[in-house]
């Protein structure tokens, strides 16, 4: 008999979560979402049980509030006695500011929730993945994991978690337990589309440096997630797989000093 496995989505009620919450439906599993908006975390659940999830389910999670991923934790373990997969899809972004301009409150802001609740969630689940000998995690990593961004905050964060996951892979792997990242390209998410509606992202810019011409969808990522979390990676661990259309290849080559005729 096989069993239905179990998926935990943090920042599941919008954007990359969501994909992710829905990828992992349409394949059978149980789905935790954890999510400040609980309101929308229970229409992303409603949507998961129409798509073939074996159960959704939403929990409160604010991630700047460690007795909140306690309490996470703790109802996602009495819903269901084991979790297979972790998706770290839950954090905050941050708008270009010049180094000198930026609050030291909003940088604060940026690491308590992208890599100090990440951090927490990694210890919660990551203690009882160990003890049942198997599982995958996956954190969200970004373009300014490798390139320089005018988001002093947001992008030594991203920088921090790919650390984070090569840690974690080389400690938790003799226990059975896998650990990767993706690191998304400019993801047409409703936060995304919002910075372009107000014109604080220029997606020409984006498209111009794309090998392939258009923006990553949440759903490209989300089968990225899948993919990592799937027994088809099983000797995949440690690694931050870009999901980007080519903007890292791409920026760099139109960069050189030299272009071809």
Avoid at 40 to 57: F, L, N
Avoid at 77 to 100: K, M, P, W
Avoid at 153 to 165: D, E, F, I, N, R
């Amino acid at each position: 008999m096989t069993l239905t496995k179990t998926a935990v989505v943090t920042g599941g009620a919008s954007g990359i979560g969501e994909a992710s919450v829905m990828r992992f439906a349409r394949a059978g599993w149980n789905i935790v979402i954890g999510d400040i908006n609980e309101r929308g975390g229970e229409t992303a659940a409603e949507a998961a049980r129409e798509a073939g999830a074996a159960s959704a389910s939403v929990l409160p999670l604010d991630l700047g509030e460690e007795a909140s991923v306690t309490a996470f934790t703790t109802g996602a373990y009495e819903q269901h006695a084991r979790v297979d997969a972790v998706v770290n899809s839950g954090g905050i972004l941050q708008n270009g500011i010049r180094f000198t301009d930026m609050p030291v409150e909003e940088f604060d802001t940026v690491w308590r929730i992208n890599v100090r609740g990440t951090l927490l969630i990694n210890q919660a689940f990551g203690r009882r993945m160990m003890a049942a000998g198997s599982g995958s995690i996956i954190n969200m990593c970004s373009l300014t994991t490798y390139r320089a961004s005018p988001q002093p905050a947001y992008a030594p964060a991203k920088v921090a978690l790919k650390s984070m996951t090569e840690t974690m892979a080389a400690d938790f792997g003799p226990s059975g337990v896998r650990v990767n990242a993706v690191a998304p390209g400019y993801t047409r998410t409703p936060a995304m589309q919002a910075r372009i509606d107000a014109g604080v992202r220029d997606p020409q810019a984006i498209l111009d440096k794309s090998a392939i011409k258009r923006l990553v969808e949440p759903t490209d990522v989300a089968e990225a997630v899948f993919f990592l979390c799937s027994d088809a990676a099983s000797a995949i661990t440690g690694v931050v797989l870009p999901v980007d259309c080519g903007w890292l290849a791409t920026s760099a080559y139109t960069s050189y000093a030299s272009q071809p005729e």
